[in-house]
């Protein structure tokens, strides 16, 4: 069975520090594909960084990490130098080869960036 | 951005009543999804749709029914509402390739009566 577990139902961040959300996840598959989404407050679904089973490197995209550890099988997402528009929740997906196009989301973490 | 459409955006039914959710794709992406978003569950997907005609289920797929007659549209139906299927909506979409990443359309709150 594939799962994903966020711990942190709510954060809260300084404007301009950098912070991390956590994301574990459970598969028996070799190869999958690990996914963060942001929603902001107006409920649209936004694709913000992948990062492969069998990548090498962690995944950057601009001001967003992901801080992959396979063996402890966790994905974590780094933000830096948050702002104040990257109040949301976040949401931590994964896709596993062997179950097809079977996504499965994590419940989420509510990120407040604080002035 | 992708562009997918949903419509309705917002609809009112009551229980028992049949309800129909449109998906539609200008991208000509070859996967198409229905999710649901509940507080506390994150998304759950409902189905999905691998072509025309091509569809399987998914995690939540009890009490509804999909089909796609055509590469950009995906729908949804309730067949009988009920209470429990009040809940956010979205459509998404990806196209083959290393990454899968997916796009989803606006959403479409259902409250059932």
């Known amino acids: 069975a594939q799962k994903i577990t966020q711990t942190q139902p709510g954060m809260f961040v300084q404007e301009k520090e950098a912070v991390t959300l956590d994301c574990t996840y459970d598969?028996?598959?070799?190869?999958?594909?690990l996914f963060w989404y942001k929603q902001p407050s107006s409920g649209e679904m936004i694709f913000l960084i992948y990062?492969?089973?069998?990548?090498?490197q962690n995944a950057t995209e601009g001001r967003y990490s992901l801080n992959f550890q396979k063996a402890r099988k966790s994905a974590n997402l780094v933000i830096s130098a948050s702002q104040l528009g990257d109040s949301a929740m976040y949401f931590c997906a994964m896709r596993s080869d062997n179950y097809g196009q079977n996504f499965v989301f994590g419940p989420g973490t509510r990120l407040s960036v604080l002035p | 951005d992708a562009g997918i459409t949903q419509s309705p955006r917002h609809k009112v039914t009551e229980t028992g009543t049949p309800v129909t959710l449109r998906c539609h794709q200008t991208?000509?992406?070859?996967?198409m999804y229905w999710y649901r978003q509940d507080p506390g569950h994150g998304l759950r997907l409902i189905h999905y749709s691998y072509g025309v005609k091509d569809t399987d289920k998914g995690e939540v797929s009890d009490g509804y029914s999909v089909s796609r007659s055509k590469t950009e549209d995906f729908l949804l139906t309730l067949e009988s509402a009920t209470s429990s299927q009040t809940s956010v909506y979205f459509c998404?979409?990806?196209?083959?390739?290393?990454?899968?990443?997916?796009?989803f359309g606006p959403g479409t709150r259902l409250t059932v009566l």
């Open positions: 991208e000509n992406h070859r996967y």
């Open positions: 998404a979409i990806s196209d083959a390739g290393a990454r899968n990443e997916q796009f």
């Open positions: 598969t028996s598959d070799p190869s999958y594909g």
């Open positions: 990062q492969g089973s069998y990548d090498q």
